[in-house]
């Protein structure tokens, strides 16, 4: 018999010749948002370190665990699909996949039961080339022309954000219900609308106006918004207060 | 002739009560790179400062021309969609969409040359009830339930990746309008809620019940519903004849 596998265990995060420790700890606090906790470091400049820590606010696990490699080639060992994020255009002979192709072509893998890289290189230079030469395929967050790079930990945020939302797919819990009240039901709603109507007569609202084109106008706003019985009951007690103060205003008349 | 709207231009991204500048700094820069330039601050803790320059890296033209508001309702001037988002499920009574529905809502809307506000709290705190209640939708970054906190600026890279997304997309015709008029904007809303708040103290609706509570629960039944002009002025019109008759019934009592 075999289980379902791990699918988040099967993604690793690889960070090459990262510079700042600090940017190390948010991008453990990125995956571990998404549900990612294996992080393999290749060559960083200053780790561990406390400002890696206090960046990963929480996500202490991951930095823990992380590996610490000399050679990209160790990081990426056991795996079988690479991505490498890149700006780069040219000269990399690699297909060019967005974030969210790259996502689904990593899901497919992991439900094969591979391992998958994802590769950010060093926040100045990014990937050089024979790193990128390690990688299957290049992945480009589709930023603006004129000012192209995105944080190292921002970067790891959006891949992990469209692997996370691979991950949930089709399977996404039902959003919760708007209201934490039962909504109105028709009757409810026809109730609803003949109080209004009566409403709109005593406090002399339509004044010679079509009271039909205006009732039609108030029905579509207000069954467009999906009230619950409390928003129901709320409305019915101002009409009612309004309704009370045009007997007042009658009877004294 | 008409000419295409400026798309991009169409989108601010709100930071209500940030408490780091260097989070701003980060936003700013997190937004640049997806092509966004339109930042409006509410009472942020600290700005400008020189972490907040620092940690923009060049998208120091979005520091500069960020609008800082006293309030929330001043950052929302002239926007007629504001997309809250939160990490809160229960008991907001809105809408919850996920940040790829929400750039498509916010793109339509766009292309009907609406201005669409991306709306985000205060780090530990997030919105706000009241802060939300001048929402239309609340947004929820699919985060795992034990560690459900992102960064602000990633939150703000996540959400303007999407858009990003959603504007290279296809250029799919902008689908028809909810509305044949102008959609009701900030400013009208708050005239609106005003006028609604007077009316049930003229009607004498609270009786010693919390004022604050009842227009809290108006306040998200109205923005939920995404009114336009023609609709806010029947109800204004139904407002003033209400008042009409509270005044009859005060003079003759």
Redesign the interface.
Known sequence: MTTAPDLPACFRFVLVRTSHPGNIG?AA??M????FARMELVAPHKFPDREASALA???DDVLEQAGVHGELVEALAGSSLAFGLSARRRGVNLPEL???EAAAQALAAAQRGEQVALVFGNERTGLENEELARCHAMVR????ED?????L??AV??MA?EL??AL?GEH?PA??P???EPPADAAQMERFFEHLAQM?D????HKGRAPTT?ML??RK??Q??Q?DE??LR?LH??FA??Q???R??G???
Chains 1, 2 share one sequence.
Not at 32 to 35: A, D, L, P, S
Not at 147 to 151: M, W
């Open positions: 948010s606090r990125a571990r948002t998404m549900g606010a929480g996500a967005t974030p969210r967050i589709p930023s603006v000012f192209s790079s995105l944080n930990s921002q945020q959006v954000y996370r939302v949930l996404l959003p919760p708007v209201h934490d709109l005593d406090i002399d609202f205006i106008r108030l706003l207000f467009r918004v009230m409390r928003e709320m007690g101002i207060d309004a009370r103060m045009a007042l205003a009877d004294k008349k």
